[in-house]
Nanobody
């Protein structure tokens, strides 16, 4: 089992920045990659960004490219999401996720085995 705990959410004005953190514990040696997803009220959960531990390859949703940066610290078993130039449409609960197996793709919810409890990000206009 892998446990994930997110932190760093909050309220910020449009144009501002936030940094989310996700600390993994438990069987962290089994983690192949980690990702961030978000879910706004009344909408489905959607992919935001992901990173693979072995190659540090990163992937982003088009809506956040150039504004968000995902990074990881293997020694601390922690993944970060730096969010700059935030927009009201970025308002959502942000979830951290971990995958333990290689499979084609990076954005599908079904690729991830473990999920955090989520952290609220609210961007005011």
């Amino acid at each position: 089992q892998v446990q994930l705990v997110e932190s760093g959410g909050g309220l910020v004005q449009a144009g501002g920045s936030l940094r989310l953190s996700c600390a993994a514990s438990g069987r962290t040696f089994s983690i192949y990659g980690m990702g961030w997803f978000r879910q706004a009220p009344g909408k489905e959960r959607e992919f935001v960004a992901s990173i693979t531990w072995s190659s540090s390859s990163t992937y982003y949703a088009d809506s956040v490219k150039g504004r968000f940066t995902i990074s990881g610290d293997n020694a601390k078993n922690t993944v970060y999401l730096q969010m700059n130039n935030l927009k009201p449409e970025d308002t959502a609960v942000y979830y951290c996720a971990a995958r333990t197996k290689y499979a084609s793709g990076y954005a599908g919810l079904g690729l991830y085995d473990y999920w955090g409890q989520g952290t609220q990000v609210t961007v005011s206009s």
